[in-house]
């Protein structure tokens, strides 16, 4: 009994702290480094430029509205092909042991069902992909004119 219950619990409490905790870490220590270099700085007695103190200039650059588009292509793409394989798995390991599960606790029998799933969000994220993308032409369009005309300068 006591089996069953520790991969949910991992699944549901203790990986989504963990990502959380390692996330806030991260911003935490860029936030602590720059901060020393703010006081190495001012102790040095070196001008600070203001422009460090500001939060969109520690950050990567701005991704662009195709870039983003394509992440979510990307993200459907992936999940699409998870869940596939996941059923095609499950539906193998069903063949394989005579349409009979050992118990409905296994994670084997948990596969299609996962599988489905993963599908249904990668089919919503491609759908979303579609939507935005014949929304949002006018937009990438002009992003694209501006970024010729900062190469071409």
């Known amino acids: 009994m006591m089996e069953d219950i520790i991969l949910p619990l991992f699944m549901c409490v203790v990986m989504p702290v963990t990502i959380v905790w390692?996330?806030?870490?991260?911003k935490q220590n860029e936030t602590n480094k720059m901060a020393e270099i703010i006081l190495?700085?001012?102790?040095?007695?070196?001008?600070?430029?203001?422009?460090?103190?500001?939060?969109?200039?520690q950050?990567?650059?701005k991704k662009s509205i195709?870039?983003?588009?394509?992440?979510?292509?990307t993200a459907a793409c992936i999940l699409i092909g998870l869940g596939l394989s996941s059923i095609i798995l499950g539906?193998?390991?069903c063949l394989a042991n005579?349409?009979?599960?050992?118990?409905?606790a296994s994670a084997m029998s948990l596969l299609p069902y996962l599988g489905g799933i993963l599908?249904?969000?990668?089919i919503a994220l491609l759908v979303v992909y579609f939507i935005r993308k014949?929304?949002?032409?006018?937009?990438?369009?002009?992003?694209e004119k501006v970024l010729e005309a900062s190469k071409e300068q």
């Open 119 to 122: 599908s249904a969000i990668g």
């Open 59 to 61: 950050t990567v650059r």
């Open 98 to 104: 005579n349409h009979a599960y050992e118990s409905w």
């Open 40 to 57: 190495k700085a001012i102790e040095t007695g070196t001008p600070v430029d203001p422009s460090l103190l500001k939060a969109e200039n």
């Open 66 to 73: 195709k870039e983003r588009l394509l992440g979510y292509l």
């Open 22 to 26: 390692l996330v806030m870490r991260t």
């Open 91 to 93: 539906i193998v390991f």
């Open 134 to 143: 014949k929304a949002l032409a006018k937009e990438i369009e002009v992003e």
